[in-house]
């Protein structure tokens, strides 16, 4: 944390007059000492850091060194005609600083992944002597990422690989730093909240502070399914699935080839379920046009884009600007109460589809 802040200034006040009214003074100075780092820059993180920035987040430092001219789409931050020569974190944190000139916006350098810590197998990354000449850079970059995570309160990654997100969530655990990881694959979205085993927080009207346990992203998707009934959200199975995907190919799906292997994982584990007893059970628990665009819609939105195959199989969606909107939307007030410790943040899988449900989002904790 920032050292604590005396007052705020006239400047804070007259900016920030809206939001004192509705959470006081000591919700806003956490805001303003808190320090949020955000990893990828592609349309939902460019809506949190759009939304935590106006919000009054003291310092927020940004990750991807993309050139700008390959931005993703749904990162309205980047001004194209402006940003030759800079990267994407570069470009964004221009704007997001005209937006608030209040608070500190920082360039970290770094790709927009956690890649680093996927170590190959028989590298070891405490001192061992396996292939250690050929470990050097993979470990420094390791350890670069940790030191750099070391240094924020709370991280936000966006658009990462599953293996990816447990890899940080496990380093942020270990660190005792938040983590939010999210991404927008079409229709569809999710958020991962990950506060630690013990989160504190007070809510309006009462002084008596409550305590929150989190599960790791792990342990969320390796829950038992007797947890999951006919009320969850089909996205978690789906998600599952993806994750089984990964684990087992030590890379992401993506494209028609890995669509029908997914669909069978999320079948084997919706049948798991006691509510998906028949076969109708198991459509409304996971439907198959459902698991479908997730993948292929992934796929489009991964580093590199969708290949010429995908594109033309399918026509991925990538990252629809309403659900980039809806979900940052949710995910940055979500950050504003971790940081803040104030009001109940959500407990950690937030799913959301308009193919499902009505196109409500739903919080799930396993």
Request: net charge negative; charged share 20%.
């Amino acid at each position: 944390m920032s050292p604590v802040l005396d007052a705020l200034t006239e400047d804070h006040a007259a900016v920030y007059d809206r939001q004192l009214r509705v959470w006081g003074v000591e919700v806003q100075r956490r805001l303003i000492e808190a320090k949020v780092l955000i990893i990828g820059l592609g349309g939902l993180a460019a809506e949190i850091a759009k939304n935590i920035v106006l919000a009054g987040v003291g310092t927020v430092a940004l990750v991807d060194d993309t050139a700008a001219s390959s931005v993703a789409p749904g990162n309205f931050l980047v001004e194209l005609d402006s940003a030759t020569g800079k990267s994407v974190a570069e470009a964004s944190a221009v704007t997001l600083q005209a937006m608030n000139p209040l608070i500190a916006v920082r360039v970290e350098r770094g790709p927009p992944s956690a890649s680093a810590l996927l170590l190959p197998d028989g590298l070891q990354p405490e001192g061992g002597a396996a292939d250690q000449v050929s470990a050097s850079p993979v470990l420094t970059a390791a350890e670069d990422l940790r030191s750099l995570v070391s240094r924020y309160d709370t991280v936000v990654a966006c658009g990462l690989p599953l293996r990816e997100v447990a890899a940080l969530d496990d380093l942020c655990r270990q660190l005792s730093k938040q983590l939010f990881a999210g991404e927008v694959r079409g229709a569809s979205s999710f958020a991962f909240v990950d506060l630690g085993p013990r989160h504190v927080y007070t809510v309006q009207g009462d002084p008596e502070e409550k305590v929150v346990e989190y599960r790791s992203f792990r342990d969320a998707m390796k829950t038992d399914l007797k947890a999951v009934n006919k009320r969850t959200h089909p996205l978690y199975l789906a998600l599952r699935a993806c994750w089984e995907f990964e684990e087992a190919h030590c890379r992401s799906a993506g494209g028609p080839a890995d669509v029908a292997e997914v669909q069978d994982v999320a079948q084997r584990l919706a049948s798991a379920v006691p509510a998906g007893n028949t076969a109708a059970a198991m459509k409304a628990l996971i439907p198959e046009a459902l698991v479908e665009g997730f993948v292929l819609d992934g796929a489009a939105v991964a580093p590199g884009g969708a290949s010429d195959l995908v594109q033309e199989a399918a026509q991925p969606l990538g990252e629809l600007a309403p659900v980039c909107a809806v979900v940052g939307g949710v995910v940055a007030n979500n950050v504003l109460r971790a940081v803040s410790h104030f009001n109940p943040p959500l407990r950690n899988l937030f799913c959301y589809s308009y193919l499902v449900r009505d196109g409500l989002g739903v919080e799930e904790c396993f």
